[in-house]
């Protein structure tokens, strides 16, 4: 599938990128409440996967050496704990900068035995750059990144031909990404940004992305509010070529 190229274009956006420097853009976080503080110091250092500039062996962590995924940007957690209870076999490594969404899934994992969720408190393509060998994952998902739609900020976006680039490699042959986004011209843009690369395919550009005989659907908050608001989904596949 082709995209008609927009206006501001992937080449005129990434020019004098400071995407190398990698400055992590965002939205103001929410003023953490002292239950929230208490659950960060108390819980996460049992799931945390520290930061490091050097590589990591991923079994460290886990039980399991079932296939390795990683979620860039969680949110506040339920797609993350719907794609631990579908594959409690797989290990997945999520990654998000804001404390109030580690803390909103931390709550949500609490009384449950989740052995195969682990949490990186760091901005993924920092951790994904720094702390793995290539071809380390079998699946890289992507939910909802911020479209950062006005056209001097299109050099926030997460969805960069860099950040291709370094899926790629990060993803063993044969491994996946999942991509899902409800603002129209990003998902023209992240296909602009895919085709850009020879070394990866896409495989499917519709359907739920946990409802593609993998496993059952959610529905996350933002995704809600969405389609409350009139926003239909948009979802990518894309496959590493073997």
């Known amino acids: 599938m082709q995209a008609k190229p927009q206006k501001n274009s992937i080449k005129e956006a990434e020019k004098n990128s400071d995407y190398g420097s ?18 960060l110091e108390d819980s996460l250092p049992e799931v945390e996967i520290p930061f490091s500039t050097d590589v990591i062996n991923p079994d460290q962590f886990f039980d399991s050496h079932g296939p390795l995924h990683m979620e860039i940007g969680f949110g506040t957690g339920e797609y993350t ?10 290990r997945i490594i999520a990654c998000e900068v804001f404390k109030n969404g580690i803390a ?20 993924a393509i920092m951790a994904l750059t ?15 990144p911020d479209p950062w739609p006005k056209k001097r900020h299109t050099k926030r976006r997460l969805i960069q031909t860099t950040a291709v680039e370094l899926f790629e490699r990060k993803l063993k042959k ?16 992240m296909i602009e940004c895919f085709n850009t ?6 495989i499917c550009d519709k359907g739920r992305l946990l409802d593609l005989n993998r496993g059952p ?6 995704e809600k509010k969405g389609l409350l608001k009139g ?7 894309y496959r590493k070529r073997l």
């Open 174 to 189: 044969g491994g996946e990404i999942w991509l899902c986004t409800d603002a129209t011209h990003y998902y023209d843009w």
């Open 130 to 144: 720094d702390m793995f060998e290539d071809e380390s994952f079998d699946y890289i998902h992507i939910n909802h």
């Open 22 to 39: 990698r400055k992590v853009f965002g939205r103001k976080a929410v003023k953490l409440s002292q239950t929230q503080e208490r659950r």
């Open 231 to 237: 926003r239909a989904p948009k979802y990518l596949r």
């Open 104 to 123: 909103a899934l931390l709550k949500k994992m609490e009384g449950k035995d989740f052995k195969n969720i682990r949490i990186i408190k760091e901005d």
């Open 217 to 222: 659907t959610v529905m996350t908050r933002y």
């Open 81 to 90: 704990l719907s794609l631990a209870e579908a594959y409690p076999t797989h």
């Open 197 to 202: 690369s020879t070394g990866v395919e896409l």
